[in-house]
Nanobody
């Protein structure tokens, strides 16, 4: 069973930065793509950024140039560095991990609020 634990959310002023982290349980195996998604109140969950086990990345247009996703395969972690945050980035951010041939796993979510 893969368990994902997120950390790093909080309240930040517009223009500020936050770093989110997600750690998969040590017993996890065959983890393929990982990524961050977000869901704002009244909206559908949307992709923020993904990263393959080889390090290839993909970003939503709305965060390109501001957010950076990184991965440590040995530690089974991914991070999301978020810079130049905007009020519209406010959402619950979820970590996702695709266990190859098994299923997709989600973290419990961490709140990010961008407000002055």
């Amino acid at each position: 069973q893969v368990q994902l634990v997120e950390s790093g959310g909080g309240l930040v002023q517009p223009g500020g930065s936050l770093r989110l982290s997600c750690a998969a349980s040590r017993s996890s195996f065959n983890i393929g793509n990982m990524g961050w998604y977000r869901q704002a109140p009244g909206k559908q969950r949307e992709l923020v950024a993904t990263i393959t086990s080889a390090g290839r990345t993909n970003y939503a247009d709305s965060v390109k140039g501001r957010f950076t996703i990184s991965r440590d395969n040995a530690k089974k972690t991914i991070d999301l560095q978020m810079n130049s945050l905007k009020p519209e980035d406010t959402a619950v951010y979820y970590c996702r991990a695709d266990q190859i041939g098994v299923r997709t796993h989600w973290g419990q979510g961490t709140q990010v609020t961008v407000s002055s």
